[in-house]
């Protein structure tokens, strides 16, 4: 797997003799896993063309902020939406400055405004323009903003001059690129997951199951391994592939999937809980296909274990956060979850109404002793890397007040 598997990435090409090392660039983020849309200022289009940007990039560029082919004529804001990071790259004097200005008066401006990804910028241009006082003092106020700065590279330019302003070369863009979401914040800490649905037989070909695609699992679990954890996943029957970077335990019943958990569970420092465990299961399973016949029959079940309690329940317990998929009083619901089953947290979603399990987007009500905080509705991988996000910080919290408390102990 690249390094980049999954991510978007929106490529903003702005005017410069170093764009033509942009096409070499897309590329390169394309061959590490990434998906790739090409943004280009009127002017970077005097140095590489955006037919060429489109035979790289694998998609058509976008220039104007509205285009004919824009359904909404919104084109800024689903570009801003759809990235999970904003690379310019070269990045002009001029575009540094009008960055640093807010302005919206192109497409890849007003993109950079609207957007929650991170934006990072990889200046090129001519030593003077680059050590001069106002560009300099422009990216103090973009560095200050948390806008991430590549480079620029020492060398030869373009201009015939030597020193500071030449673009880094496209390997080193796709490697600082991946490392915008190599986090670190969970380096050293062992997270176990459970994901999809649990199928609970009734004989060989029937059971009972539900419609979870274990979509959500498997982005919380690869976001873990983003942010350098040790992942081990005990997945429910799910028609994904295996994940990269991790150990992947596949289970059928709830009660596999509860010996899997327990197995492993001494090991880690936090669980999340996200499988749809079936609560109840047939009494027995028949060894046979059962034969139709009678009018009516009658399925006796019995009650599962709850695996989440039952990590909550251990006396050395890993930060627990369990998953509450509710179609209404999702607060109300939520909140009684996490105390009754002990939880650290409870992350709330609604289902129903083509939301939640089947879906690509959710969103996510984060409940805990200390509050609530919404996550709004996003794609589910970069849902997931909000939720470790606030899972580590949480996490670390809990981590302190112990030490602290077994200080005074
Ligand atoms: N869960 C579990 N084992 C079970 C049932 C649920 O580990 N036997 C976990 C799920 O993975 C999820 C959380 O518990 O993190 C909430 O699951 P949910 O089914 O919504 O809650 P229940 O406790 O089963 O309550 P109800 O179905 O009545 O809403």
Same mark, same amino acid.
């Given at each position: 797997?690249?390094?980049?598997?999954?991510?978007?990435?929106?490529?903003?090409?702005?005017?410069?003799?170093?764009?033509?090392?942009?096409?070499?660039?897309?590329?390169?983020?394309?061959?590490?896993?990434?998906?790739?849309?090409?943004?280009?200022?009127?002017?970077?289009?005097?140095?590489?063309?955006?037919?060429?940007?489109?035979?790289?990039?694998?998609? @058509? $560029?976008?220039?104007?902020?509205?285009?004919?082919?824009? +359904?909404? #004529?919104?084109?800024?804001? &689903?570009? !801003?939406?759809? =990235?999970?990071?904003?690379?310019?790259?070269?990045?002009?004097?001029?575009?540094?400055?009008?960055?640093?200005?807010?302005?919206?008066?192109?497409?890849?401006?007003?993109?950079?405004?609207?957007?929650?990804?991170?934006?990072?910028?990889?200046?090129?241009?001519?030593?003077?323009?680059?050590?001069?006082?106002?560009?300099?003092?422009?990216?103090?106020?973009?560095?200050?903003?948390?806008?991430?700065?590549?480079?620029?590279?020492?060398?030869?330019?373009?201009?015939?001059?030597?020193?500071?302003?030449?673009?880094?070369?496209?390997?080193?863009?796709?490697?600082?690129?991946?490392?915008?979401?190599?986090?670190?914040?969970?380096?050293?800490?062992?997270?176990?997951?459970?994901?999809?649905?649990?199928?609970?037989?009734?004989? @060989? $070909?029937?059971?009972?199951?539900?419609?979870?695609?274990? +979509?959500? #699992?498997?982005?919380?679990? &690869?976001? !873990?391994?983003? =942010?350098?954890?040790?992942?081990?996943?005990?997945?429910?029957?799910?028609?994904?592939?295996?994940?990269?970077?991790?150990?992947?335990?596949?289970?059928?019943?709830?009660?596999?999937?509860?010996?899997?958990?327990?197995?492993?569970?001494?090991?880690?420092?936090?669980?999340?809980?996200?499988?749809?465990?079936?609560?109840?299961?047939?009494?027995?399973?028949?060894?046979?296909?059962?034969?139709?016949?009678?009018?009516?029959?009658?399925?006796?079940?019995?009650?599962?274990?709850?695996?989440?309690?039952?990590?909550?329940?251990?006396?050395?317990?890993?930060?627990?956060?369990?998953?509450?998929?509710?179609?209404?009083?999702?607060?109300?619901?939520?909140?009684?979850?996490?105390?009754?089953?002990?939880?650290?947290?409870?992350?709330?979603?609604?289902?129903?109404?083509?939301?939640?399990?089947?879906?690509?987007?959710?969103?996510?009500?984060?409940?805990?002793?200390?509050?609530?905080?919404?996550?709004?509705?996003?794609?589910?991988?970069?849902?997931?890397?909000?939720?470790?996000?606030?899972?580590?910080?949480?996490?670390?919290?809990?981590?302190?007040?112990?030490?602290?408390?077994?200080?005074?102990?």
């Amino acid at each position: 797997m690249g390094t980049l598997t999954n991510k978007r990435i929106l490529l903003g090409i702005t005017g410069g003799i170093a764009a033509y090392k942009s096409a070499d660039l897309a590329r390169r983020l394309r061959d590490a896993g990434a998906e790739v849309r090409v943004v280009m200022t009127r002017t970077a289009q005097d140095f590489i063309t955006p037919l060429t940007m489109q035979a790289v990039s694998g998609s @058509p $560029v976008h220039v104007e902020m509205v285009s004919a082919e824009s +359904k909404t #004529g919104m084109e800024h804001i &689903e570009l !801003a939406r759809w =990235a999970d990071a904003v690379l310019v790259a070269p990045a002009s004097a001029d575009f540094l400055a009008r960055l640093a200005q807010g302005r919206a008066d192109d497409l890849l401006t007003a993109l950079c405004l609207a957007t929650s990804a991170p934006v990072a910028v990889a200046p090129a241009m001519n030593t003077q323009m680059w050590t001069n006082p106002a560009t300099q003092a422009n990216m103090l106020t973009l560095r200050r903003r948390a806008v991430h700065v590549f480079g620029p590279g020492e060398g030869d330019l373009a201009c015939g001059e030597v020193g500071a302003g030449r673009l880094l070369e496209p390997v080193e863009l796709v490697t600082l690129t991946a490392g915008l979401f190599a986090t670190g914040e969970l380096d050293g800490l062992t997270v176990l997951v459970t994901a999809g649905p649990t199928w609970e037989a009734i004989d @060989p $070909v029937r059971g009972i199951t539900n419609k979870s695609s274990g +979509k959500m #699992g498997y982005a919380v679990a &690869e976001a !873990a391994a983003a =942010a350098g954890a040790k992942v081990i996943l005990v997945s429910g029957p799910t028609a994904l592939p295996d994940p990269e970077r991790m150990q992947i335990i596949r289970v059928t019943s709830t009660q596999e999937m509860h010996d899997a958990v327990h197995a492993h569970v001494r090991e880690a420092h936090i669980f999340i809980g996200v499988a749809a465990v079936a609560d109840y299961r047939p009494v027995e399973s028949a060894p046979q296909k059962l034969k139709k016949g009678a009018e009516r029959i009658m399925l006796d079940l019995v009650k599962n274990p709850d695996i989440l309690a039952s990590v909550a329940a251990l006396e050395r317990k890993p930060f627990t956060v369990g998953f509450a998929a509710e179609t209404d009083n999702i607060e109300q619901n939520a909140r009684q979850k996490l105390t009754e089953k002990r939880l650290d947290l409870v992350c709330a979603n609604r289902v129903g109404d083509g939301l939640g399990f089947e879906s690509d987007t959710n969103s996510l009500l984060l409940i805990d002793a200390s509050g609530i905080t919404e996550l709004p509705a996003a794609a589910k991988d970069k849902l997931a890397r909000a939720l470790i996000h606030h899972i580590s910080g949480k996490y670390h919290v809990a981590q302190e007040r112990q030490q602290q408390a077994e200080g005074r102990a």
